[in-house]
Nanobody, 134 residues
Framework: EVQLQASGGGLVQVGGSLRLSCAAS????????IGWFRQAPGKEQEGVAC????????YYADSIKGRFTISSDNAKNTVYLRMNSLKPEDTAVYSC???????????????????????????WGKGTLVTVSS
């Protein structure tokens, strides 16, 4: 059974930091791109960041570039999203997703294209709520 378990959300003040974790199981981790999406109340899903597990290539949305860092621990089948300098507009439910790329090494541009299509991912996990208070 495929599982993507997001955790680490919570309430934080403006300028604070959080680290989200996405624990994956039930598929060959190294063959997948793991992506974080977020959905704020009344808004569409937004692709935030993703990482290709087989070679570490990353993509970041402009809205979080320079503040968030995505990383993976392939031995633990876990992807992390370190979020610094949080803003009220970062408040959302954050969920992780997975898309199989096999042994291909996607470019950052192709990762960006993937992250514009939430429903094009292969697997989706339940989200974790991040609330940034001002």
């Amino acid at each position: 059974e495929v599982q993507l378990q997001a955790s680490g959300g919570g309430l934080v003040q403006v300028g604070g930091s959080l680290r989200l974790s996405c624990a994956a199981s039930g598929f060959t981790f190294d063959d997948y791109v793991i992506g974080w999406f977020r959905q704020a109340p009344g808004k569409e899903q937004e692709g935030v960041a993703c990482i290709s597990a087989n070679d570490g290539t990353t993509y970041y949305a402009d809205s979080i570039k320079g503040r968030f860092t995505i990383s993976s621990d392939n031995a633990k089948n876990t992807v992390y999203l370190r979020m610094n300098s949080l803003k009220p507009e970062d408040t959302a439910v954050y969920s992780c997703t997975a898309l199989r790329v096999g042994k291909r090494r996607p470019t950052a541009q192709s990762l960006g294209n993937m992250m514009r299509n939430y429903y094009g991912m292969d697997y989706w996990g339940k989200g974790t709520l991040v609330t940034v208070s001002s």
